[in-house]
């Protein structure tokens, strides 16, 4: 069973009567417990929007066509309430955002508390792992530190620490070396790569850079609000068909 | 902690916010504190004139009052239903007349020693010394009100001239925030002497000092009512006479309570409207400005509830803050005021812990309820826009 799993994904942005925006037009995707997954394309294919289906953020439109599903581990998570949503966010759900993860007036390690805070966890239990989440991004003796006082690159870190900290089932990231000059990248991507592959931690990178692109597992390219390639070999008998070559529906 | 650093970066907009509403709260607590002290001059006089009834020609405030002679007393005695009668002798303490002091004007009492038989209920304690007693009847001696002692800066065994005359001080009195805080008693001979020098030359001719009195205090019999005793004392003396009871007092002296309630009322109402508005700004800002903040806030799984809260708790701290603010700057007014009213007897303000709390509680209040609009406003905000929000 694939850990998410989504089909008949569509999204239109309403920005005036007239004038709407299919960002998604009708997607199919799935993504297998302990993968690391990368979401390429050009700027403006609905990348970003089908991440923030995924990750719980947006529902996907109900309203034409055939009924949108989300599957998180088997269970049906497409119209939950949003406090419903909220709270799987919180607790199986870990985000990375190009830029502006981080809340200015916390010090690293406050940032990284607020995540275990929003999941319920307190005191001394949420201290340590904070901690030790932030040692694992090689930021153990920044903790103290005001985002301001971090390069953009520790900031980054920090806030896939907070992603991290209450081990998810899932962490999501759009972008996340999109702002940070190639050195900086190649590390944060390193950094994901070995929590993929030291604790099995699924991940999914929204990325339009073919470098971070080339250290995943494997690649979903998107045109268009459509899935052009899933990136299964043929014959592997996760998704025999792709989206983009189920009859158009828009 | 968090909340602190949060207004700390908005230093100037909430400075001004802060001191809007501080200015609002010191206005409640300078106000409450006199409505305070009012209230306890009220109430005293209140409680003062509840069990008896005030016989007098004309107005003692107005300071035309005219004598009464002393076979009134005896008339009144004989009232059926009366206990006790006994005359005395008030003046304004300045010879000049015309108070200019708002509250009480300071007075000169006099009254025979023991002639309420034991009735009067309105006890005042002493804070030194002791009170006149029947054998103080022909000496200048005098018991001082707290308020009068202060200004005149006196203690028990120092001599004291009040309207010129030399008078030794035997007692003090404990505050009782009401009139006789401002009163100098003596015993009723030498408040006639007094009161018939105060008169023009022609009349004080035709007096005799010894059988003159201001008012005269009537005690009813148990289980009658000073109203009943009221009627029978105009119905013997006539209409020339004034008759006060405590609901005369009340109704009097009620309105007076009533429009400085209102006057509270209003103060507070206007620091309401104005902090609050002013609040709900700031507060609507902060959320504007932070909306990328809410956005990864609510991406990473804060709820909608989450949000408000802090964003309430904010604007409840901005009120807090303001308020104790307010509430030291209030205090500080109300001390300094009474300190400088002092010199003249003007003891004005009374700042009690009921309304210190009440002033603190309402500037916490305020903020938190102004905080509610942009509470809701940030938690409604949808993260996706959010977070892409410049
Ligand atoms: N909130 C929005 N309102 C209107 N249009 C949007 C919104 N978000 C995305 N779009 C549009 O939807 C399309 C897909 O956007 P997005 O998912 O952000 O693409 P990508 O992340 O691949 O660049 C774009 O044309 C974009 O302009
Ligand atoms: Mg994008």
Redesign the interface.
């Given at each position: 069973m694939a850990l998410l799993e989504g089909s008949n994904l569509r999204k239109t942005y309403r920005l005036s009567k007239r004038n709407t925006v299919e960002a998604l037009k009708g997607v199919e995707i799935s993504i297998e417990a302990g993968e690391m997954v990368a979401i390429m394309g050009p700027s403006g294919s609905g990348k970003s929007t089908l991440m923030h289906i995924l990750g719980l953020l947006h529902t996907p439109d109900p309203n034409h066509g055939p009924a949108p599903e989300l599957r998180l581990a088997g269970e049906n998570v497409a119209s939950l309430s949003d406090n419903a949503r909220t709270r799987i966010r919180a607790r199986r759900m870990g985000f990375v955002f190009q830029d502006f993860n981080l809340v200015p007036t916390l010090t690293a390690l406050e940032n990284v508390l607020l995540a275990c805070e929003y999941a319920g966890i307190k005191g001394k239990v949420a201290r340590d792992a904070a901690i030790e989440a932030l040692g694992l991004v090689g930021l153990a003796d920044r903790a103290d530190h005001k985002p301001s006082e971090l390069s953009g690159g520790e900031q980054q870190r920090v806030a896939i620490a907070r992603a991290l900290v209450n081990k998810p089932e899932i962490i999501l990231a759009d972008e996340p070396t999109g702002n940070l000059d190639s050195d900086r990248s190649t590390e944060v991507l390193a950094l994901f790569r070995q929590f993929n592959r030291e604790h099995g931690q699924t991940i999914v990178l929204v990325t339009h850079d073919s470098e971070v692109g080339e250290a995943c597992d494997r690649v979903v390219k998107m045109r268009d609000g459509r899935i052009r390639d899933s990136g299964l070999r043929t014959g592997t008998p996760v998704m025999a068909v792709p989206a983009a070559t189920a009859p158009a529906t828009a | 902690m968090?909340l602190v650093?949060?207004l700390g970066?908005r230093k100037l907009r909430s400075t001004l916010t802060i001191t809007g509403i501080a200015i609002g709260i010191m206005a409640l607590v300078v106000f409450g504190s006199m409505a305070n002290k009012m209230n306890a001059l009220i109430g005293g006089g209140s409680k003062y004139y509840q069990d008896k009834a005030i016989v007098s020609v004309g107005s003692m405030y107005s300071g035309n009052i005219q004598p009464l002679a002393l076979s009134d007393v005896q008339k009144i005695e004989s009232i059926d239903g009366v206990a006790a009668a006994t005359p005395t002798v008030d003046m304004l303490l300045s010879s000049e007349g015309g108070a200019t002091s708002m509250g009480t004007p300071e007075m000169i009492t006099g009254s025979i020693p023991g002639g309420d038989k034991g009735l009067e209920t309105f006890k005042i304690d002493l804070a030194s010394g002791r009170e006149l007693t029947a054998a103080d009847a022909d000496s200048k001696v005098t018991v001082l009100g707290s308020d009068l002692a202060r200004r005149l800066n006196v203690k028990v065994g120092d001599k004291v001239a009040l309207r010129d005359v030399q008078f030794t001080v035997v007692g003090i009195w404990a505050p009782t925030l009401t009139a006789p805080d401002k009163e100098a008693y003596v015993p009723l001979a030498a408040a006639q002497d007094l009161f018939v020098k105060s008169l023009p030359p022609l009349i004080q001719s035709k007096i005799v000092a010894s059988d003159i009195a201001t008012g005269i205090t009537v005690y009813p019999q148990k289980g009658v009512s000073p109203e009943t005793i009221k009627t029978r004392i105009e119905d013997l003396l006539g209409k020339d006479y004034t008759v006060m009871t405590g609901k005369d007092f009340d109704a009097m002296l009620g309105s007076f309570s009533a429009i400085f309630s209102l006057v509270l009322t209003g103060i507070a109402l206007l620091s309401l409207l104005v902090g609050g508005l002013s609040t709900i700004n700031t507060m609507a800002m902060a959320v504007a400005e932070r909306t990328?903040?809410i956005g990864?806030?609510?991406?990473?799984?804060?709820?909608?509830w989450?949000i408000r809260r802090e964003v309430v708790l904010e604007s409840a701290a901005i009120g807090l803050i303001a308020g104790l603010i307010g509430l030291v700057i209030g205090a500080a007014m109300t001390t300094l005021f009474n300190d400088l009213g002092r010199e003249s007897g003007n003891v004005l303000f009374e700042l009690t812990l009921g309304t210190a709390a009440t002033a603190i509680i309402f500037a916490t209040g305020l903020g938190a309820i102004a905080g509610f609009i942009p509470a809701w406003h940030a938690s409604r905000l949808?993260?996706?826009t959010a977070?892409r929000y410049e």
């Amino acid at each position: 069973m694939a850990l998410l799993e989504g089909s008949n994904l569509r999204k239109t942005y309403r920005l005036s009567k007239r004038n709407t925006v299919e960002a998604l037009k009708g997607v199919e995707i799935s993504i297998e417990a302990g993968e690391m997954v990368a979401i390429m394309g050009p700027s403006g294919s609905g990348k970003s929007t089908l991440m923030h289906i995924l990750g719980l953020l947006h529902t996907p439109d109900p309203n034409h066509g055939p009924a949108p599903e989300l599957r998180l581990a088997g269970e049906n998570v497409a119209s939950l309430s949003d406090n419903a949503r909220t709270r799987i966010r919180a607790r199986r759900m870990g985000f990375v955002f190009q830029d502006f993860n981080l809340v200015p007036t916390l010090t690293a390690l406050e940032n990284v508390l607020l995540a275990c805070e929003y999941a319920g966890i307190k005191g001394k239990v949420a201290r340590d792992a904070a901690i030790e989440a932030l040692g694992l991004v090689g930021l153990a003796d920044r903790a103290d530190h005001k985002p301001s006082e971090l390069s953009g690159g520790e900031q980054q870190r920090v806030a896939i620490a907070r992603a991290l900290v209450n081990k998810p089932e899932i962490i999501l990231a759009d972008e996340p070396t999109g702002n940070l000059d190639s050195d900086r990248s190649t590390e944060v991507l390193a950094l994901f790569r070995q929590f993929n592959r030291e604790h099995g931690q699924t991940i999914v990178l929204v990325t339009h850079d073919s470098e971070v692109g080339e250290a995943c597992d494997r690649v979903v390219k998107m045109r268009d609000g459509r899935i052009r390639d899933s990136g299964l070999r043929t014959g592997t008998p996760v998704m025999a068909v792709p989206a983009a070559t189920a009859p158009a529906t828009a | 902690m968090r909340l602190v650093r949060d207004l700390g970066r908005r230093k100037l907009r909430s400075t001004l916010t802060i001191t809007g509403i501080a200015i609002g709260i010191m206005a409640l607590v300078v106000f409450g504190s006199m409505a305070n002290k009012m209230n306890a001059l009220i109430g005293g006089g209140s409680k003062y004139y509840q069990d008896k009834a005030i016989v007098s020609v004309g107005s003692m405030y107005s300071g035309n009052i005219q004598p009464l002679a002393l076979s009134d007393v005896q008339k009144i005695e004989s009232i059926d239903g009366v206990a006790a009668a006994t005359p005395t002798v008030d003046m304004l303490l300045s010879s000049e007349g015309g108070a200019t002091s708002m509250g009480t004007p300071e007075m000169i009492t006099g009254s025979i020693p023991g002639g309420d038989k034991g009735l009067e209920t309105f006890k005042i304690d002493l804070a030194s010394g002791r009170e006149l007693t029947a054998a103080d009847a022909d000496s200048k001696v005098t018991v001082l009100g707290s308020d009068l002692a202060r200004r005149l800066n006196v203690k028990v065994g120092d001599k004291v001239a009040l309207r010129d005359v030399q008078f030794t001080v035997v007692g003090i009195w404990a505050p009782t925030l009401t009139a006789p805080d401002k009163e100098a008693y003596v015993p009723l001979a030498a408040a006639q002497d007094l009161f018939v020098k105060s008169l023009p030359p022609l009349i004080q001719s035709k007096i005799v000092a010894s059988d003159i009195a201001t008012g005269i205090t009537v005690y009813p019999q148990k289980g009658v009512s000073p109203e009943t005793i009221k009627t029978r004392i105009e119905d013997l003396l006539g209409k020339d006479y004034t008759v006060m009871t405590g609901k005369d007092f009340d109704a009097m002296l009620g309105s007076f309570s009533a429009i400085f309630s209102l006057v509270l009322t209003g103060i507070a109402l206007l620091s309401l409207l104005v902090g609050g508005l002013s609040t709900i700004n700031t507060m609507a800002m902060a959320v504007a400005e932070r909306t990328r903040e809410i956005g990864i806030k609510r991406a990473i799984g804060a709820s909608r509830w989450r949000i408000r809260r802090e964003v309430v708790l904010e604007s409840a701290a901005i009120g807090l803050i303001a308020g104790l603010i307010g509430l030291v700057i209030g205090a500080a007014m109300t001390t300094l005021f009474n300190d400088l009213g002092r010199e003249s007897g003007n003891v004005l303000f009374e700042l009690t812990l009921g309304t210190a709390a009440t002033a603190i509680i309402f500037a916490t209040g305020l903020g938190a309820i102004a905080g509610f609009i942009p509470a809701w406003h940030a938690s409604r905000l949808d993260p996706v826009t959010a977070l892409r929000y410049e």
